[in-house]
């Protein structure tokens, strides 16, 4: 019963894909219709309804200046040799200024100021942090010094407590008792 259910739901799915890649399709043909006819329009406006152009060609002949050919080829370093050879003197000499322009670029004043700002605050910046780091440093060892006498003085809170214990107990009192001569019996 489940596959039946599955099958009509594949073939339903596969349906709406075919379907939707169907209507796709046309709109890809609608869309090449339309840039079809825009081109047609675009070509009848230019060359009019029988396909000849409206534009008429010069009649009169045109003298031009042929050049000999190069027999080597375009871009050679003979080729920028020459050219450089040829090239005038004004050319070269803007070029140059050009050079001297970007040479003479100067910081101003209130950009040193802000720049000296800066490089102050970061070394004030700098400079807190290794004396934060120093005082950290101090503390903890201090810290490590008081946990060592915590674990000493426990120690010896421990064996005086022992030691209470012990005399207390009825042992030790008559101990005592005796090295004072005094008769625990009675």
Known sequence: MATIVENQTMERTETVR???AEL???QIRERFRELQQAQESQFKSVFGESGASNFSAPTASVAVEEKPAVA???FTTATLDRVIEHAPVQEVSQIQETEAVAETFTVSRLAKVVAGAFAAVCVAMVA???VNTQVIRQKTE???QLNVEK???AQEDAAIQSRIENARSEEAIRA???SLGVNAGN
């Open 24 to 26: 796709h399709n046309a």
């Open 151 to 153: 674990t000493q003085l």
């Open 128 to 130: 807190m942090i290794c």
């Open 18 to 20: 075919d379907l939707q």
């Open 142 to 144: 201090r810290l490590e």
């Open 176 to 178: 005592y008792v005796e």
């Open 72 to 74: 080597a080829e375009l």
